[in-house]
């Protein structure tokens, strides 16, 4: 038997991290291998990042030989992979440019702006407040916290941004009460990732498409989690009929690499003047090399159906759970990014439930309080998840 301890304890990282974290030493396809040798079962992907799992020796080459030739080079110059993914991202809508960064807080900030500048430019000054809903989750930089409303995460930096209204999520009469040509910018996510996994309805993204053109407020969908695959859809928009004129994304597009992407419609790049926006790292070759890569993979209509495919597999799973087990409150999210709330009071924490999973050999996440999140590597097979819900199944069963 192994005795070696997996956890580091008390890391030198700032104390906002938890102080017994299990560390990772390498995975494998769709397993992770503590620095014990303790094998998990990844229903987690590295927060909905690792969408083709671990190891993959494409990916690691195309990136090795990228790295040979040239690793940055500066936004004074382009290279040949960070032009072909933009190529390749604006095809995906009805985008003219997309302005590459490092993270998703990143994109998100660089929508906003865009968004105000917009208004800006358009109609003057006036026209510079900002809509978000609750339980979104957009990062932690000023900008993207201060269109994320959680007490928790924003109380000790405020004071953020002014001119910020937050409405109920899926609430078209707040929406219609509310909105007007005072506001710049509406951010919102398709699936609430971070904040409890609500989906939007068809009739709120109706009435969000409707009530923005009315305005010409620009519409931004963060499908930083839920873009490129997640729910079997290029982005989760069009699985509800939403018609944003900004997609953000980030967490899969770099392969685990940090790469993020605004992409931005024509009427809004014309606006935009030389050096009002940029980055140093953003768009750099090997970053947007194995984001190629990635996007033919996760774009190609058979992987997208086989995701679709896998996700009515988890629909079927997660219902006998919920019919079996009466602390499971609601299921939530659609595709590969699959919630269960749970009563805690009868359950257990989240946290405790997370902790029993990892004992028994699955790794899962949390969302909101109440919340076990799923988000496996889409490349996940239909046995690998059985595997994992009937080892979530034996954690049920012992409660
Ligand atoms: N937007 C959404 C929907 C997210 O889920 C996240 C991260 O969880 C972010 C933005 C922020 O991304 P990052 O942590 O890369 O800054």
Redesign the pocket.
Known sequence: MNTKDPFTHNPPFPRQFASDVLTIDHGEGVYLFDIAGNRYLDFGAG?AVNALGYGNEEIARVAYEQMKKLVHISNLFTTEPAVELAMKLTATGNFEAVHLGS???EA?EAALKYARLYAHRRRGPGHAKLLCFENA????TLGALSVTPNAHYQEPFQPLLEGVTVLPFNDAKALERNLSSEFAGVIV?VIQ??GGLRVMTEAFARALNEACARYDVILIA?E??TGLARTGYPYASSMVGLTPDIITL?KPLGGGLPLSATLIPAKVNQLIRTGEHGTTFGGGPVTTAVASRILDRVLDPAVLAEVRRKAALLDEGLARLAARYPFVTELRGAGMLRGIAVDEKRAGTTAELIAKAREAGLILLRSGVDVLRIAPPLVISGEELKAGLALLEQVFAKI
Not at 137 to 140: E, P
């Open positions: 927060i993270s998703g807080t998100n989750f957009h990062g932690r996510e990732g971070e963060d930083v989690q980030a």
